[in-house]
Every structure is written in structure tokens, then in C-alpha cells.
């Protein structure tokens, strides 16, 4: 029975191979037809541009930017990814095109390496549909990376047979993590580093989100990067009082802040956090302190080590008479396990509590502008990327408290505008610093909103972007000519 089950499998998964390989020789041999059709069709008017996400847009700012800018230069935008959360400004903007990718489930009960197989043919054909038979040839493609599977080999094809430029923009490495799964040293991961590099080097341009990230594409890769910091959309910004007030009666009415209804005083003239007199919108008395941070709660963000810091925390709340709520916003597989643990050890927490809500970017970039730090949990599985979630936290106006990882004093310096840690215990002292309920060996923290602002997205884009996006449009229509 043994022997018969083992040579059943390996048939299956033999099958299963050449089942795949079948599918991807009849998708290539659909391209080269379909490019051959498109080749002897006409440029557009104005230079055209596919921005491919392979994730959802709405929770791309950084693409969705993108995207916005090239617009505002003239260039019509085929924004390619998943249908989600709601996106920003593209949404308005008529030389936007949204092209969804509808994503594909698989049963939880395949094994990993099938289910990651069965992804990458669902999303060969999703691509193919969008950027081949749904919009008009391009002159050049604008690929986020990750993930890298399989949007760089075909934007390479797709690029080359329709004579467009491929940039790359690097916001991390695929096989890091792949890493976090699967170990580094897996098979899979070696093969994912392989193909990355590769075809990273295949790119006519690319960007990156560090120096540190540009000198490890260069010396390990042989990828020559351009450093496009990552800057704060002008929607990110102090939020006036009335906007807080009608923010949070907004939030409690829908019913997301009931965990702090023991705190919440009666009326609508007054909230946890604001109070109304004489038509004059002022902070409340007793509010508590706000402390902001957002996560798609995957396994490079630890909050445990948030959990494991609220009790010093509370401690330290409650000698100096003070309040705080952590609101941590964002969904994703390792919610639920937080909200456990956090629900089994509140009722010994007395002076801090903590949500986990799922807001709009509207209502998200109104709620980081009403608080008073923000906090990061990313660690980079590269070492080399940076967290956005912090750019916008200074575009708020907030000192932030961060983890600590070889890239970070790009953006965070530890004392100046915000504080690094990396134990819990470092974390505990660095948010009970900062909201000045307790006293540590640390830095006087000064508001970010007291320093000199990173200069903003438009500034920085069209500055380093641009000129190096032009370069390569030109390109392209001079060869389409």
C-alpha cells in the first residue's frame, strides 16, 4: 500500500509538471501570435505607460504615486493589479486606467509549492489578458518588484517584442521573503534569488527605495539603481480639530471604537479625544494619549513584541495618570493570533488600550494626523527597504518609534525624530519617553513636525524620476517612429 501511494504521487505530481509545462508553452505561443498582430499597430498619441503592481492597488501607494505623476506629465497610465482596498487620487485622474487582475483561490489543504505553481500560471494568463489583448501597445513598463514571479520574465518579453523600456522599481527582494517561509536556504529560495537576479539584470532602468539597497543591487547584482526615496503624499498632514472631532464621532458611530466605551463620555459635543464649547473644537481634558500604527500582518512585522511591551507600558501610564490607545490598523493572516493574546491579558491592563481597525486611506491618513506617535514593527526581511508607513507619519507631523534594522537611519535618526529599538523592553521605554509619562536614558525627543519636512512626493519625483523616465519614453518613441 506504502509503495503504490508513494508511485501514485510521484505520478500525480509528474503530471501535474508537464500539465504546467503544456500551459505555459500554449501562453507563449499566444503572446509571440498576438505581438506579432500588435507589432504593426499604431503608437498612441501620447506616450503610454503600464504601471504593474501584482498586488492590490489600494494598498500600493507607492505605484498609485507613481502613477499620478507620470499622469500629470502628460503620459497616459495603465494601472495593472488586484481590485481591493480603494485607491487614492488615480481614481479621478482621466489619463488613469485601473486594468484589474482577478486573483485566483486555491483549497489551504495544497501543499505550498503546488498552490505557488497553480499562482504563477493563474497570474501568467491575468497578465497576458491585461497587458496584451486590454490596452493599447506601451513604450514602456514600470514593474514593482516584489514580487517577482512572474511579472519580470514576461514584462522582459512583453517590452522587448513591442519595443518599450522595462524599469524596475525595487521595493525590497522577492526571495527574502520567500525566505521567511520556506528558510534561505530552500531550494525554492536559491531558485527565486537565481531568477530575480537574472532578470533583474534584464531591465533597461531601475529605481530602488535605499542607498544601502542600491550599493547591494550593484555590488551583488550588477544592477544599476537610482535611489527614489520614498516621500509623504500631500494627504498626509496634521489634522485640524474639527477634523478630529467629526472623525471620531464618525469612528464611534460606526462602531469601531466600542472596546473604549467604559472611557467614552456621553454627548455628541464631546469625544475620547475632543471636546466642543462655543462652536470652538479644543483637545479633551482627559484624553488619552494616541499612538498609530499600521501592518498587513505578515511574519516581518513581530507584534508580540508590542504585547510584550504593554505591560511596562501600563505601569508607567498609571504612576503618572495617564492614558493611551494603540490603534493598529490593517488586515492579514496573523490578526487574529494578536487579537487573541491581546484579549487574554486586557482585563490586567488598566491605563492602555489597544484596536486593530480596517480604515479607508481616507480615513487612515485623518486618524495618523490626529495622533501623537506613530509606531513601526517592520523589521525588512532584506535589511535593505524601508518602511513607508514612517514616511507618512512624519507627513503627519509624528515622531515615530521604530524598529531597528541596517537600513533605518536612512529615514529614522534615534533621537532626533524619532527612537529605534529592538527588544520589547527598549520599546516600552521609548513609548513611555516620547509621550513623556516616564523618564529614561534617552534623547529629549523633538516632533518631527518641529523639523525641517522631507521635501514631498511631487518635489522628490520630479526631481530624481522623471528626468530618467523621460530619457527611456523617448527612447520608445523614436524607435516606434
Known amino acids: 500500500m506504502a509503495v503504490a501511494f508513494v508511485l501514485r504521487y510521484f505520478f500525480l505530481m509528474a503530471l501535474f509538471t508537464q500539465v504546467i509545462y503544456l500551459i505555459m508553452f500554449t501562453c507563449l505561443l499566444l503572446v509571440l501570435l498576438v505581438i506579432w498582430y500588435r507589432r504593426g499597430l499604431q503608437s498612441p498619441a501620447e506616450p503610454h505607460v503600464a504601471v504593474i503592481v501584482l498586488g492590490d492597488i489600494g494598498r500600493s501607494p507607492r505605484m498609485q504615486y507613481h502613477a499620478v505623476s507620470l499622469a500629470k506629465h502628460g503620459c497616459e497610465v495603465s494601472l495593472v493589479g ?45 497578465l497576458l489578458k491585461v497587458l496584451l489583448f486590454s490596452a493599447p501597445k506601451f513604450d514602456l513598463l514600470l514593474v514593482q518588484n516584489p514580487p ?3 511579472t519580470l520574465v514576461l514584462a522582459r518579453i512583453i ?83 474639527e477634523g478630529q472631532h467629526a472623525l471620531f464621532l464618525s469612528l464611534w458611530d460606526s462602531g469601531l471604537l466600542d472596546r473604549l466605551s467604559d472611557w467614552w463620555p456621553d454627548g455628541r459635543s464631546q469625544t475620547l479625544f475632543t471636546e466642543v464649547s462655543e462652536g470652538q473644537v479644543s483637545r479633551s481634558s482627559s484624553r488619552p494619549h494616541l499612538v498609530i500604527s499600521s501592518t498587513s500582518w ?58 486593530t481597525l480596517w480604515l479607508s486611506f481616507k480615513d487612515y491618513a485623518l486618524l495618523l494626523g490626529s495622533a501623537d506617535l506613530g509606531l513601526s ?3 525588512s526581511s532584506s535589511g535593505f527597504d524601508l518602511p513607508m508607513k514612517v514616511v507618512d507619519m512624519f507627513g503627519a507631523g509624528l515622531p515615530a518609534c521604530a524598529r531597528s534594522f541596517a537600513a533605518l537611519p536612512e529615514l529614522v535618526r534615534h533621537g532626533e525624530n524619532g527612537f529605534t529599538f529592538s527588544s520589547s523592553e527598549e520599546l516600552a521605554q521609548s ?22 519636512k522631507l521635501n514631498g512626493w511631487d518635489e522628490n519625483w520630479d526631481a530624481v524620476a522623471w528626468p530618467l523616465l523621460q530619457s527611456h519614453l523617448q527612447k520608445s518613441r523614436r524607435k516606434a517612429d
Open 298 to 355: 505578515t511574519p516581518d512585522e513581530d507584534f508580540n513584541q508590542l504585547l510584550d511591551a504593554l505591560p511596562a507600558l501600563d505601569r508607567d501610564l498609571a504612576k503618572a495618570a495617564k492614558r493611551a490607545v494603540v490603534v493598529v490598523t490593517g488586515k492579514g493572516e496573523l490578526r487574529q493570533q494578536f487579537e487573541d493574546r491581546y484579549a487574554a491579558m486586557s482585563q490586567q491592563l488598566k491605563a492602555v488600550r489597544v484596536l
Open 159 to 241: 517590452a522587448t517584442l513591442q519595443g518599450a523600456s522595462l524599469i524596475i522599481d525595487f521595493h525590497n527582494f522577492g526571495y527574502s521573503l520567500l525566505a521567511l517561509k520556506l528558510g534561505e536556504a530552500h531550494p525554492l529560495v536559491q531558485a527565486h534569488l537565481a531568477y530575480e537576479t537574472f532578470f533583474g539584470r534584464m531591465a533597461d532602468d531601475a529605481f530602488c527605495v535605499t542607498a544601502q539597497m542600491r550599493s547591494r543591487l550593484a555590488s551583488e547584482w550588477s544592477v544599476s539603481a537610482t535611489p527614489l526615496h520614498d516621500r509623504p503624499a500631500s494627504m498626509f498632514r496634521p489634522t485640524p480639530l
Open 82 to 126: 488586484y481590485a481591493g482596498a480603494q485607491p487614492t487620487a488615480v481614481l479621478s485622474h482621466p489619463r488613469i486606467h485601473l486594468r484589474h487582475i482577478v486573483p485566483w483561490e486555491f483549497p489551504r489543504s495544497l501543499p505550498f509549492t503546488i498552490k505557488a505553481a497553480l499562482k504563477v500560471v493563474f497570474l501568467v494568463w491575468g
Open 431 to 452: 513609548l513611555s519617553h516620547a509621550l513623556g509619562v516616564a523618564t529614561y536614558d534617552l534623547p529629549q525627543l523633538e516632533s518631527a513636525a518641529g523639523q525641517p
Open 377 to 379: 514593527l517592520h523589521t
Open 148 to 150: 517577482a514571479i512572474p
